[in-house]
């Protein structure tokens, strides 16, 4: 059973696009209904915007005023998951609360390690020999929430930021779909012991 998506970016974007073309192409059974960023410059908006999904900008500066607005629109938009995808706004604990586990977000670590910014140059910097990506529900803190999955990458001695930033990147796509598929089956369960 499938989600009414909103998919939350700042920037590029390739999560976002994977997640739209997953859905579009049934590989997922939900439907992204809002792919909303708080850039109004970020390149993923103009992807996306041409293949014809609802796009929205919530440029708003002050926290409680932009998560007004981001509530009114998840609403109206019937939003039961929202996927943050390189979405570079914290959001406030009064807000998360009306949302419990229904906010997930991607990371480019294996969480706990090197949370927060620039987790692959803190990777590169600590030498690790293994870094990946997870995905967690979204709580007060940053990148701290329940880890749901992750996929782990080898990190190459010739490997510089760039490159591992690439490497994680692949796997992220692979483990975002993953993930909302496994979130589908939940709901579907759930439902179906109701
Ligand atoms: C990803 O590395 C993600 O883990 C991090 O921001 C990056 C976003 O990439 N949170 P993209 O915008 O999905 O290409």
Known sequence: MGFNLAILISGKGSNMLNIVDACNNKTLSSNVKVVISNNKNSSGLAKVKEKGINTKIIDEIQIKKFEERLSKLLCEEKVDLVCLAGFMRILSESFLCNWKKKIIN???????????????????????????????????????GE???????????????EKLAKKILKEEHILYIKVIKTLEKEKENDKTRQ
Not at 107 to 124: R, T
């Open 147 to 161: 880890i749901i999955d992750q996929r782990i990458v080898r990190v190459s001695k010739t490997d510089n930021e």
């Open 106 to 144: 991607i990371h480019p670590s294996i969480l706990p390690a090197f949370k927060g910014l620039n987790a692959v140059k803190k990777a590169i910097e600590k030498k690790v020999k293994y870094s990946g990506c997870s995905i967690h529900y979204v709580d007060k803190g940053v990148d701290t």
